[in-house]
């Protein structure tokens, strides 16, 4: 391969989309460590569903083919629209990508407003790296207190998109994990140095 600009572009996307399939699998394997919201079951009914699509598939082409589907969570009902980002942006190498992103479905609405937000900033890339930080972000906030009806994740994807708009950028990953971590502190939740929002 050319040592170029091309060249160099084309190494880094194989090596982000090599990167996603490996936390693909990973999560695929965590799955039954922590009990998701979303059953397996459910999960399974959706993949079969998906087989309609042809991967990678767009957000955009999953919310068109597939968007009105219900997904029972543990707490509430969404529909598949509700938590895929509607964009061409963003591409799903497989089913398993997407049961991925549904089986926590409160972290994939914050995701879903937080990417489409994105979308509207000119010459900023919202990167694969920077979007697995925010997520791993949104994860420890619903780790926090299960009986909190995920308050941290609203007020945090809500911090984010009004950084978004009114500053015209999208927040770095340590903002966003600072501002977790004044959010836990200001509610009475301990955040430890050593853990991922002890900034």
């Known amino acids: 391969m050319a040592d170029n600009k091309s060249g160099r572009d084309k190494q880094a996307r194989d090596a982000e989309r090599r990167q996603r399939e490996r936390d693909i699998d990973t999560e695929l394997e965590r799955g039954d460590e922590v009990q ?15 087989e309609v699509l042809t991967f990678p598939a767009t957000g955009r082409d999953i919310v068109a083919a597939v968007g009105d589907r219900t997904i029972e969570s ?6 598949l629209g509700e938590l895929v980002p509607e964009t061409d942006e963003e591409t799903f190498d497989s089913p398993d990508a997407v049961r991925v992103l549904v089986q926590r479905p409160t972290v994939a ?7 489409e937000a994105s979308e509207t900033l000119s010459n900023t890339e919202f990167s694969w790296s920077q979007r697995k930080a925010y997520e791993t972000t949104f994860e420890e906030l619903e780790a926090i207190d299960a009986d909190d009806d995920d308050e941290g994740i609203r007020a945090i994807s809500d ?4 950084q978004i708009h009114d500053k015209e950028k999208l927040p770095s990953s340590r903002g966003v994990r600072r501002q977790a971590a004044k959010f836990c502190r200001a509610n009475g939740y301990q955040v430890r140095n050593d853990e991922w929002l002890g900034i």
């Open 159 to 162: 911090w984010v998109t009004e």
């Open 74 to 79: 543990v707490e509430e009902s969404y529909t």
């Open 109 to 115: 609405a914050a995701m879903k407003r937080i990417v």
């Open 36 to 50: 998701p919201p979303v059953d397996a079951e459910e999960l399974g009914d959706l993949e079969a569903e998906l």
